[in-house]
């Protein structure tokens, strides 16, 4: 056995005795998940929404729009240029599985003079050299895991942008057309109000009115016109922010479509619960993140082992070979190989450091990905019951609009006959308003409410 055998025995056992304090945690899975939606009607047979989900709104405008953004929305494209860098550091950490190979080439020249003579040389080499670290213990393919977990999760959040968008430009397109219907409704408000005034003025000219209808009719048709410019207001803010979802400048940005009537309603139904998993990518996400800690964690425990690093060169040199023994004049070719073993002794608690963070790392990602499961149920949840509730609301909400304009209707006639009460008609006509107006916001909260759905059930995205 040589000198140097000794130390090398104790090197490897003081690297086991570091393997004994670095054994890996023990798994944690998810908290179990339902076997139903509590929210989903039985009835509904499942539907998940496709990747073109918007089309079944059926509205050509709107799908032109959402393309647009997807083309491009800037959170998008800077979402793109991560995805990008995070694929090229996992290619850094992945080169660093397989051998580096250098070219080089040197050249000396050497003088000297002296009263024995004079002397000059020229020594010069160009080789090829090698390196490549053993990956006995796994951290250079732990490292590498991670970087691609990590590029994985880069490209999740891009998804879940690109979902969030597209969701935020259906629902800011529909914010628009719902105004304009409110405006509509003002408008039409503002015109009876108006017609009711003429009314109003003939009977006060002949003596049937007194100024006090005059005056509160007067006032009925100015409150009535307040409402026109706040509508405007928001439908501007509105149409900016269509704009800058979809990658344009707000000046010039045309909306063609006035109401929502016109759109259809796509009929989307959640599946299992478990299908869920796979069809978000915030999850997604929270899975590789999940993974790469746990990467890094085999990485950290790996770097409490001993490392062992092999070189070689060759090539041709001048002299062939250089020592301090031996020096072998002339050009030649010429190999050197040697390897070297390395390992930590003492360290202040470095490595042991580093480990504890990445496991207490690989802890909270742990429960992360937990509540990123329990968050996707909670969001699907709430919009399977928000439909649930709008369903239940629809016959009421119609049936208030048709109940008020008849009654605003009869009012109207039986004043300008005579017959009826003043107040009774300003009552009927707030009403009549005010039903119309929240007709328009149930329509919009039902289809804001459809791609609420759509997002929480992940879009027709699908883990690949």
Request: glycine fraction near 6%; hydrophobic fraction near 45%.
């Amino acid at each position: 056995m040589t000198a140097g055998a000794p130390l090398v025995l104790t090197i490897l056992a003081l690297s086991l005795a570091a393997a004994g304090c670095a054994t890996p945690p023990q798994p944690r899975q998810p908290a179990p998940l339902p076997g139903v939606f509590q929210n989903q009607r039985p009835s509904d047979p499942p539907n998940w929404p496709s990747k073109e989900w918007y089309e079944g709104f059926a509205s050509p405008e709107l799908a032109n729009l959402i393309s647009q953004a997807a083309a491009a929305n800037l959170d998008l494209e800077m979402a793109r240029a991560r995805v990008t860098q995070a694929n090229a550091r996992a290619r850094q950490a992945g080169a660093a599985i397989f051998p580096s190979v250098d070219a080089g080439g040197t050249a000396n020249y050497l003088a000297g003079h002296s009263t024995n003579g004079g002397v000059h040389e020229t020594d010069w080499a160009a080789l090829l050299s090698a390196k490549y670290e053993v990956d006995f213990w796994g951290k250079n393919r732990a490292t590498a895991d991670a970087a691609s977990h990590r590029a994985a999760v880069s490209k999740a959040e891009r998804d879940t942008i690109a979902l969030t968008t597209l969701a935020g430009v259906a629902d800011t397109y529909f914010q628009v057309l719902s105004l304009r219907e409110r405006m509509l409704a003002a408008q039409s408000n503002v015109d009876a109000a108006r017609s009711l005034l003429e009314v109003v003025q003939v009977r006060f000219d002949v003596g049937m009115a007194n100024p006090v209808e005059l005056a509160g009719q007067k006032a009925t048709l100015a409150n009535a016109s307040l409402a026109l410019p706040g509508l405007r207001q928001q439908e501007t803010e509105s149409l900016a922010a269509l704009a800058l979802l979809v990658g344009h400048a707000p000046e010039n940005f045309v909306v063609s479509a006035q109401s929502l009537e016109s759109l259809q309603e796509p009929h989307v139904a959640a599946g299992l619960p478990a299908d869920l998993l796979r069809r978000r990518p915030d999850i997604q996400s929270a899975e590789d993140q999940m993974q790469a800690a746990s990467a890094d964690l085999t990485a950290a425990r790996a770097a409490m082992f001993p490392s062992l690093t092999l070189t070689a060169s060759g090539g041709l040199q001048n002299p062939a070979l250089q020592a301090a023994v031996l020096t072998l004049s002339g050009a030649g070719p010429t190999l050197n190989i040697g390897a070297s073993l390395m390992q930590t002794i003492f360290d202040h608690g470095r490595l042991q450091a580093v480990r504890a963070e990445a496991a207490a790392r690989d802890d909270e990602l742990i429960t992360a990905y937990r509540a990123a499961i329990l968050g996707a149920l909670v969001d699907v949840e709430n919009a399977l019951a928000a439909l649930k509730h709008l369903d239940d609301a629809r016959e009421f909400q119609i049936e208030s609009v048709a109940q008020s304009e008849r009654a605003f209707e009869g009012a109207r006639l039986r004043y300008r006959e005579g017959s009826g009460d003043f107040l009774t008609v300003l009552d009927a006509q707030r009403a009549v308003y005010a039903a119309r107006d929240q007709f328009s916001q149930y329509r919009l909260a039902r289809m804001q409410a459809l791609v609420t759905l759509c997002k929480a059930l992940g879009g027709g995205w699908s883990a690949n």
